[in-house]
């Protein structure tokens, strides 16, 4: 089976895989931040044996001054995975409904949690979909997983870490939140418009397609380059609640960023704190 380093599967390799012995397992972690709840989608029809984890209430931590998707707590994290048949060591495929943000804050909480072998569906089920590959309205029950959770195996930036980072010469902040939010011209959900001071902007719509599809590494490289993203400056990303942020840093991973660091509590957490200074208009504003 695959080795697990690299970040993306296609469905039709992803086929094969689910052919063998012992597949990969499945989590289908579809999300949306406003409007029906994800399980409803995967009751309506999911890839065949995998299982529906959710990115609020397991993946996450519960809302609050850290932000509205903080870090889980290691130990029910662990509790949920095993729950969900992950074992250690034992390769993972995450899958969304095609934008590629839960899965993408899927993927990098697990590589968080020190479980390396993980991988996202490009596309998510809309790709399997198209492949003509068939889906189920079962829901397994798998055998518990073994997996132990590691917290602190990917780069997590605080708020004071994040503001450092912006205001470092050798470092550079993404802010990867729609061009018009980065400005604080509008603000459709947290209490104060603005970015953090230093930070620049790229819109996740730079490194990512409509359909959810990561573009080519080399097309990253220089998207990224583009925005401060050079050799030598450490990087770092934020959004609204670090999931937006989650999907940048895995796209700086296949620009060969490995090291790229996300702060979790992003913007939400940044205006938790009403002594915390905010910038506003198209530039970073140190």
Known sequence: MSGTQEPLVEAERLVT?????????????????????????????????????????????????????????????????????????HPVVVYDGGDGLAASRAWW?????????????????????????????????????????????????????????????????????????????????????????????????EYVGSDGRFLAADVLSERFAAAGVTEGRAVGAYCGSGVTAAQAVLALHLAGRTDAALYVGSWSNWVADPGRPVASGSTPGR
């Not at 984890?53 to 932000?67: E, N, R, S």
């Not at 073994?146 to 708020?159: C, I, M, Y």
């Open 109 to 205: 909480t697990l590589r968080w949690a020190g479980h390396r072998p993980v991988r996202l569906l490009h596309g998510g089920y809309p790709a399997w979909v198209a492949a003509g590959r068939p889906v189920s309205t079962d829901a397994p029950a798998p055998p518990p997983g073994d997996v132990v959770v590691r917290p602190g195996e990917l780069p997590v930036l605080d708020a004071g870490q994040a503001a450092a980072l912006a205001a470092a010469d050798d470092a550079v902040l993404l802010d990867v939140r729609a061009a018009p939010r980065y400005r604080g011209e509008v603000e459709p959900i947290d209490p104060v418009a603005g970015h953090v001071p230093g930070a620049a902007n790229l819109p996740a719509g």
């Open 17 to 89: 895989e689910l052919d063998q012995a012992d597949p990969p397992t499945l989590l289908d972690v579809r999300w949306r931040l406003i409007g029906p709840p994800g399980r409803d989608d995967y009751l309506a029809g999911h890839l065949p044996g995998a299982v529906f984890v959710d990115l609020d209430t397991a993946l996450c931590g519960a809302p609050g001054a850290g932000g509205r998707h903080p870090l889980p707590d290691p130990a029910a994290l662990q509790a949920a995975l095993r729950a969900a048949g992950v074992r250690a060591g």
